[in-house]
Every structure is written in C-alpha cells, then in structure tokens.
C-alpha cells in the first residue's frame, strides 16, 4: 500500500483510564473505562472513537459508490455499534453493526450500494476476516 495520508495519536496515563490526543491537536480527550466495564464513564473510550470513525469512513465510501452508481443518497446516514466482549483465550474482541439507512432508494438497490461499499470501505477491509461486522439496511 502507498500510504496517502497518515495519522499520529498518542496515549498516555492509565490507558482506558488516560488521555489521547493527535500530534496535529485535533483530537485531544480523557479516555475512562465505561460504567458497564466497571469504570466511571466520564470520559470517551476506545470504543466510541472506532465507532465514530469506522461510521464516518462508511458513510464516504456509501456516498462514493453511490455516485458512482448515480445514487440519490440525499439524508443518508450510517451508524455503527461497537460491542467488546470476553473470548474463549481470556483476551477481549470486537463486534460491529453498521447501520446504513438510504431513504430515497429501494431495499434491493440500498442492499446493493451497502455490500459494495463493505468492498472499498478501508475499515471493512481492515476488519474483514477479524471481527464480525454486519451490515444492515434500514428501510426508514
């Protein structure tokens, strides 16, 4: 791969009890484990930021072949859960559902778009093999 952009982040503290931030400045948050893990939950986790992010990449890669495709995505959106969870190994795991509504298409045609852009998506790809992802079309 010939890398076209590459961001920098560092952690630091207690790591999900700590502090991240870009080398840019952009990003710069307290991490705190969430309450159901036995934290606090004041601050943001690693979950919530790989949900915003992998939702975000998504949606762009919707919205590319889309177009390509000549796509009405207007009021598109893309939402994803992020479950983490005990294996069988006595480490932790991911889980993603990725919810893609696209109003002013029909079911088949938003199905269609979404598994293609599960193809191009560099998250998906990144996942793909690793963790479960689901994609799942909404038809509101």
Same mark, same amino acid.
């Given at each position: 791969m010939?890398?076209? =952009?590459t961001? $920098?982040?560092?952690?630091?503290?207690?790591?999900?009890d700590? @502090?991240? *931030?870009t080398?840019?400045?952009? &990003? %710069?948050?307290?991490l705190? /484990?969430?309450?159901?893990?036995?934290?606090n939950? /004041?601050?943001t986790?690693p $979950?919530q +930021?790989?949900a915003?992010? =992998?939702?975000?990449?998504? @949606?762009?890669?919707l *919205? +590319?072949?889309?177009?390509q !495709?000549k796509?009405? &995505?207007t009021?598109?959106t893309?939402?994803?859960?992020v479950? /983490?969870?005990?294996l %069988?190994n006595?480490?932790f795991?991911l889980?993603v !559902? +990725?919810?893609? #509504?696209?109003?002013?298409?029909? @079911? $088949?045609?938003?199905?269609? +778009?979404? %598994?293609?852009?599960h !193809? &191009?998506?560099? =998250?998906?790809?990144? #996942?793909?093999?690793? /963790?479960? &992802? %689901?994609?799942?079309?909404?038809d509101?």
């Open positions: 010939k890398a076209i =952009y961001a $920098e982040a560092l952690a630091t503290g207690e790591g999900r700590g @502090h991240a *931030r080398s840019d400045g952009k &990003v %710069d948050l307290d705190s /484990i969430p309450k159901e893990m036995g934290g939950g /004041i601050g986790n $979950e +930021l790989f915003a992010g =992998y939702a975000a990449c998504f @949606h762009s890669a *919205r +590319l072949v889309a177009g !495709e796509a009405d &995505v009021d598109s893309v939402g994803a859960r479950s /983490i969870g005990s %069988d006595g480490g795991g889980a !559902e +990725l919810e893609v #509504t696209l109003p002013n298409l029909d @079911h $088949e045609t938003a199905q269609k +778009l979404a %598994d293609k852009a !193809e &191009v998506c560099p =998250y998906s790809n990144a #996942t793909r093999g690793n /963790i479960d &992802v %689901d994609v799942v079309v909404t509101d």
